[in-house]
């Protein structure tokens, strides 16, 4: 089992940035591919950036390239997702996921998930 949890969601102006973090309980954390989520209202949940277990290779959906940038730090056991030039349109709860083995950018790819942080941005 691998207990996810994200943090550093909160309210933030058009513009602004939030960095995401999500550390992970596992102790083989370094085998497992990462993922963000997340969650507007009434939307499903859609994948926002993933990395793979050493961190080399990355993958984003195209809402968030060139404006997102996921990483990780093995020695914390912890994944993170930088915002930065955030819009409205960016307004979810942010979930992060674990896969063990390679990048997946399905949700029906991970196996854990956090309770998620929610990331409001207001015009």
């Known amino acids: 089992q691998v207990q996810l949890v994200e943090s550093g969601g909160g309210l933030v102006q058009a513009g602004g940035s939030l960095r995401l973090s999500c550390a992970a309980s596992?102790?083989?954390?370094?085998?497992?591919?990462m993922g963000w989520f997340r969650q507007a209202p009434g939307k499903e949940r859609e994948i926002v950036a993933a990395?793979?277990?050493?961190?080399?290779?990355?993958w984003y959906a195209n809402s968030a390239k060139d404006r997102f940038t996921i990483s990780r730090d093995n020695t914390k056991n912890t994944v993170y997702l930088q915002m930065n030039s955030l819009t409205p349109e960016d307004t979810a709860v942010y979930y992060c996921?674990?896969?063990?083995?390679?990048?997946?950018?399905?949700?029906?790819?991970?196996?854990?998930w956090g309770h998620g942080t929610q990331v409001t941005v207001s015009s």
């Open positions: 996921a674990a896969n063990v083995g390679t990048v997946e950018v399905s949700l029906r790819g991970y196996d854990y």
């Open positions: 596992a102790r083989t954390f370094s085998r497992y591919a």
């Open positions: 990395i793979n277990w050493s961190g080399r290779n990355t």
